[in-house]
Structure formats: C-alpha cells, structure tokens
C-alpha cells in the first residue's frame, strides 16, 4: 500500500491567493483527518470526515478554510484567501474506524509545507 | 487550559540513557492513549497504544498509563540516536462525540547523542 498521499509537498505563495492542498487517504479507510502542525501551537486537528461526511470541524479556524471530500478517495483543504499566519506543515491522515472497536490508529502523509509570504 | 498537556522539552540526552517523556490530561473520558513518533520532515507514525491503566513494553519502550492522576509515561531504554525524533502523545475516548478523534500533546522533541 503507498499510504497517504499528499499534494504538493511544498507550497509558497503570496498573501491573498488560493491554496489547494489534497489528499488520497489509504484505500478502505473510512475516515479522514485534516490536522495542522505549528512550533508554537502543535498538532491541531482542524476537521475531520466520517463516510465523507464532515463530523467535527471545530478545529477549522475561520471561514477562509474549507474542506471537501468528494469520494472516499480524494479530500481537499482550501485556503482562501491565505495569509503570512496560515504557513505551517499541513497533514492529512487517514484510519478505518468500526463501531465494534474503539480504538483507531491513524496513519499520516508526509504533509504539505506551506508558506504564505 | 489544553485538554494534553506535554512539555515540548528539547530534550538531549547521552547514547544509552533512559529517557522518561510524559503527558497529563484533563478529559476524563479519554479511555485509549497512545505514542506517536515523527522524524524530522516526516508525519507522525504510531509508537505504541495502550487501553486504560497499566504498563505495556514493546522492546526498549515502555507505556504506562495512570487515569487516577491523569498522567500518562514513555520510558526508552538504551536511547540510541536513531531514536531521536518528536514524541506526540494522544488519547481517544471511547464514545460520544470524540469517538475516531484523537487529542495530541505538542510533543517532546528528542535527541540522543552519541
């Protein structure tokens, strides 16, 4: 199995324009997290998806973040527009969650890397 | 006030040392606690898991879990520099809104030295 796939693996851009960041989660995985990883704040789950479905999107910081899960094999994190504070390392991980057990490991990509000049 | 609280070190310590990284939790629901590892430019990969109180060895690694003080431990043993990386630890909880969500410490980076 490749794991999870992310895309790009690196991304710098200007101040005010688009950011797509993608991920292809593990084939049978049926829940999908966005999480981003900061020096000063950590790993800090920003939403994730159950069957495609958004279940807890607290995390997401303000309206210029989305999410959107298609299919069971693709999920997108958009900013829009970004700013200088939304640089940081952006993971996706994916995990098969049953309602027969609770415990559920998570695998992660190997993160988009964004900066925001 | 964080629901994981984990000292973000650095930490350095010589080859062959034992190193102890710890984490408390405020939320007592959470039932599942785990170690991540995450090398330098890489995603955190899981360590080891443990269900409710106890201790767990996995070669050099030692969990324990002790939900009376809400205190969780990774003890290394022998620490040799590949074991060098940031240590997450996260905890899941075993129903209600949280269930398939895990709540990460800021993670302890470590580096062993030969």
């Known amino acids: 199995d490749a794991g999870v796939i992310q895309s790009p693996r690196h991304e710098v851009t200007e101040m005010g324009q688009e950011v797509t960041l993608r991920c292809k989660p593990i084939?049978?995985?049926?829940?999908l997290f966005w999480y981003r990883q900061t020096m000063m704040r950590g790993l800090e789950l920003l939403i994730y998806?159950?069957?495609?479905?958004?279940?807890?999107d607290s995390g997401m910081p303000e309206d210029r973040f989305s999410a959107k899960m298609p299919n069971a094999s693709f999920s997108t994190l958009k900013i829009q527009p970004s700013e200088p504070r939304d640089s940081a390392v952006y993971f996706c991980a994916s995990s098969l969650v049953l309602a027969t057990i609770s415990y559920n490991e998570q695998f992660f990509g190997p993160g988009t890397r964004l900066t925001v000049l | 006030q964080k629901e994981v609280e984990q000292d973000p070190g650095p930490l350095s310590v010589p080859e062959g040392a034992i190193v102890s990284l710890n984490c408390t939790y405020s939320n007592s629901a959470f039932q599942y606690f785990m170690w991540y590892r995450q090398y330098s430019r890489k995603g955190p990969e899981l360590l080891m898991y443990t269900y409710s109180s106890g201790n767990k060895e996995d070669g050099r690694f030692t969990a324990q879990v002790d939900k009376s003080s809400k205190y969780i431990s990774l003890f290394i043993r022998d620490s040799q520099p590949s074991d060098s990386a940031t240590y997450l630890c996260a905890m899941s909880a075993s129903r209600g809104t949280s269930y398939g969500k895990l709540t990460f410490g800021q993670g302890t980076i470590l580096t062993v030295h030969p």
């Open positions: 084939s049978g995985h049926n829940s």
């Open positions: 998806f159950n069957n495609n479905v958004p279940i807890d």
